[in-house]
C-alpha cells in the first residue's frame, strides 16, 4: 500500500495526514473484496524496514494503528472478517501486542474474508523464522515443510499481487509466497486507491493465463504444442 507520504506531501500536509487516509483506502478496499466474493486479503502496512523512518513517523504508525483498531475492529467483526496480524512482536510495545491479540480473539470465528495484515514483517523474516522453527524441532527443511512453517501458512498463496505508488518491485513481501503471483503495479497512491482500481487489477488478472510450469497445450486442450527431440 505504497504512497501515502507523497500523497500528504503534495498536500503540503505532514505525512501522518497520508497514513491516516491510507486507513480509509484500506477500509474501501476491504468492502470492495467482500463485494466481489474475494476470500483472502493480505496488505503490507509496515515492514521491518520501515523502522529506519523517522521517530515522529515511526510514533505516528503506532498510534493510527491502536486508533484505527480500537475503531474498525467491531466493524470487521460485524461482517464476517477475520484478522491476522502477521510479523514479529517482539519489538512491538505491550499496548500494541495486546491489542493485536485481542482483535485477532474478537474475529476468530469468522469466515466471509481472511484479512491478513503483514506488520513488522519482511519475507527474509518470514523465510528466516520458519528455517529455524523447523531446526528447534529437528524437523528437516524442505518446500514443504517450509511451506507449513510461514507466517501465513494459514491461506493459500496469493494469485494476485498489487502495488500502488509507480514502484516496479515488490520490496521484501511476500518473497516465498509469491513465487507465481501474478503482479500489477498501479501509478496510483494509496489514499486515491479505488473500487475501480481494483477492478482494473482484477481485469488483468484474468486476462493473463496462469501455467505453473506447464505450457499452453497443457492448459488449454487443442493448443497447437512443438515437440522438440533431442539429438
Known sequence: MDGNGRWATRRFLPRIAGHQQGVGALNRCVQACMARGIGVLTVFAF??????????EVSGLMELLALSLAREVPSLKANGVQLHFVGERQQLSDKVKAGLAQAEAATAENSRLVFNVCFNYGGRWDIAQAARKLSAGGEEITEMALDRALALAHVPDPDLLIRTGGELR???????????????????????????????AIAVYASR????????????????QTTVKAA
Open 209 to 224: 493465463e496462469r501455467r505453473f510450469g506447464k505450457t499452453s497445450g497443457q492448459i488449454r486442450p487443442g493448443t497447437p
Open 47 to 56: 515492514s521491518s524496514e520501515n523502522w529506519n523512518r523517522p521517530a515522529e
Open 170 to 200: 515488490i520490496s521484501n513481501f511476500l518473497l516465498w509466497q509469491a513465487a507465481y503471483s501474478e503482479l500489477h503495479f498501479s501509478d496510483k497512491l494509496w489514499p486515491d486507491f479505488d473500487d475501480a482500481a481494483l477492478d482494473e
